[in-house]
């Protein structure tokens, strides 16, 4: 089978056309085409008025190796790797030793899955609620301003990428093509199979919740445990080596390979590693605003005439300025057709962040607007200091949006001439429980705003109307990443300094958004596999 890229047609074409495609770009003749299927297809948006679809197509053809030889310097065609997941290890007959996985996001997921696939049966300790429970107790803070710390858009079975857009792509590299793996056990729990294909693919929040259950039965079924409500507050560690977790309710569950997994808000079980002496340090993250524009004024300034077109759906964007202070500004985690949600994890703070359905079709769009801080600038000293300065400016959030869980907001023409707001125009904002009109200038560091009031004219430069002054900026958006990495070996994904630890995901710095770090969970996943089976 050959792999075959960079076939463009219009946006409005006939599925005849990629085969008349396809047999002049092989010069071959009809007959010899035998079959094709879609690997993957994009879009070249760069003309507004001349959208193309970009394919590329895995095809059957006779006279396969004479067509490959004549065509051996093209490089849009080759032969099609083989993308299919294969296992490194099975489990012995004996089980000496079960996996424990502490966190039931996206990583502590695939790793579970992956290990219960191959006969681990392993334990997963989450200290939120199953998805369905979870879901109530979340909507409890947007409707009522009532937290449950255990129980919200950080915690519980699904991990934060459930209240998000549901994007499953990424930038990482991925040789033994993992990601192709988390994409097709997300299809046989019930996504839709254009995400094996379209180049930006995206699930939504709802069809989220229904998947992550299936996910949850199919390890079980296979011999794997889950227990929700079941914070690890300690690790038990002799000789630099993992012996036991002890829950909060006192219960001691004894392993010697224990994958954590706990997302980028985990800050209390960072502060427990910390004092157990497993080795961390700071790492850069970004914070900043949530954006919000009417939809159609991003879909027009994107898509042009195209705008709304059933194959486009909402128009995104993804835009970086470079400023004058030395900071980049960026658009982060952009949600088209969605809505800016309340994500605080911890009572007295605020935090902000989006989310999508998979329809996408909300009157808004939102992105963060960001601006990335290192340690070694802006929190030296300390490997906790960047969660302190999160939890600082989620505390000054709170209090400027009035204490009550509202988010400190602002009209964009008011925020560029450093004024308070007083009403909302055009915009009205999504988040809930409420924006409250402020002035957002000590709302987050000076250079963060000076360099946000910088790049917004910038970004409208390439998106018309981006500056516009009846849009809302809603603080603040401060868990763009984790504040830590829970440093590992290359080899054996092990903790530097504590071994059959595995730190995974967004939480140990190893991964950003749900596909790469389901990944990240199936590379630990095999580490484990392969230590417990002697190989």
């Known amino acids: 089978m050959l792999r075959v890229t960079e076939i463009k047609l219009p946006l409005e074409h006939k599925p005849s056309e990629i085969n008349a495609a396809l047999i002049k770009k092989l010069a071959i003749n009809a007959a010899d085409l035998v079959e094709y299927s879609i690997f993957k297809r994009g879009v070249d948006a760069r003309k507004a008025n001349a959208i193309l679809l970009v394919y590329s197509l895995d095809v059957t053809i006779k006279g396969e190796a004479k067509v490959l030889a004549k065509l051996s310097k093209d490089p849009h065609v080759k032969l099609a790797p083989d993308t299919s ?43 939120g609620k199953a998805v369905r429970e979870r879901t109530k107790d979340t909507w409890d803070l947007w409707r009522k301003s009532k937290l449950n710390p255990e129980s919200n858009v950080q915690f519980g079975e699904g991990g934060a990428g459930t209240f998000s857009d ?38 939504g929040t709802f069809r989220l919740v229904g998947m992550v259950e299936k ?42 390979h224990l994958v954590l997994a706990v997302g980028h808000s985990a800050r209390d079980t960072f502060e427990m590693i910390y004092k157990r002496g497993i080795y961390i340090e700071a790492k850069p993250f970004s914070i900043g605003f949530r954006i919000e524009h009417p939809q159609s004024l991003i879909d027009s300034a994107r898509h042009g005439p195209n705008a709304q077109h059933p194959i486009l759906g909402a128009a995104d964007y993804k835009l970086v300025h470079h400023a004058s202070n030395g900071r980049s500004v960026y658009s982060f985690c952009m949600c088209p057709g969605g809505t800016v ?14 989310m999508s359905q998979y329809s996408r079709n909300e009157r808004n769009a939102n992105a963060g607007i960001v601006v990335g801080i290192t340690p070694e600038v802006d929190f030296p000293g300390h490997p906790l200091a960047g969660m302190e300065l999160q939890r600082q400016w989620e505390s000054q959030a709170y209090l400027l949006g009035g204490s ?38 000590t709302a987050l560091p000076e250079y963060v705003i000076s360099a946000i009031r910088e790049a917004i004219p910038q970004f409208a430069k390439q998106i018309k109307g981006f500056d516009m002054p009846d849009a809302i900026l809603t603080g603040v958006e401060t868990r763009t990443s984790s ?42 996943a095999e580490a484990v596999a392969l230590s417990i089976a002697g190989l």
């Open 85 to 127: 997941y294969k296992f490194v290890a099975n489990a012995p007959a004996i089980l000496k030793d079960r996996p424990v996985i502490v966190g039931l996001g996206p990583s502590g997921l695939f790793a579970a899955l992956i290990l219960a696939q191959s006969g681990f049966k392993p334990l997963v300790l989450e200290r």
């Open 404 to 441: 009550t869980y509202q988010a400190p907001g602002q009209l964009v023409g008011d925020f560029l001439a450093n004024q308070p707001s007083t009403q909302f125009g055009e915009v009205t904002p999504s988040y809930t429980p409420g924006v409250h009109l402020t002035n957002l200038d």
């Open 341 to 354: 949600v309340a994500a605080t994890s911890e009572e007295g703070r605020v935090v902000t962040n989006g």
């Open 166 to 203: 549901g994007k499953l792509y990424s930038q990482i590299k991925d040789p033994n093509h993992y990601g192709r793996k988390v994409l097709n056990e997300f299809v046989k729990a019930g996504a839709p199979e254009e995400i094996l294909y379209v180049s930006h693919p995206h699930i």
């Open 215 to 256: 996910m949850r039965e199919t390890i079980i079924a296979l011999g794997g445990e889950i227990r929700f409500n079941s914070r690890v507050d300690d690790i038990e560690i002799s000789n630099n080596q993992v012996q036991a977790v002890v829950l909060a309710n006192g219960e001691r569950i004894a392993t010697n």
């Open 483 to 524: 504040p830590i990495r829970i440093k590992r070996n290359d080899d054996d994904l092990q903790s530097i300094n504590t071994k059959g630890l595995y730190p995974t995901g967004e939480g140990a710095g190893y991964a950003g958004g749900i596909l790469s770090a389901g990944v990240d969970g199936i590379r630990v």
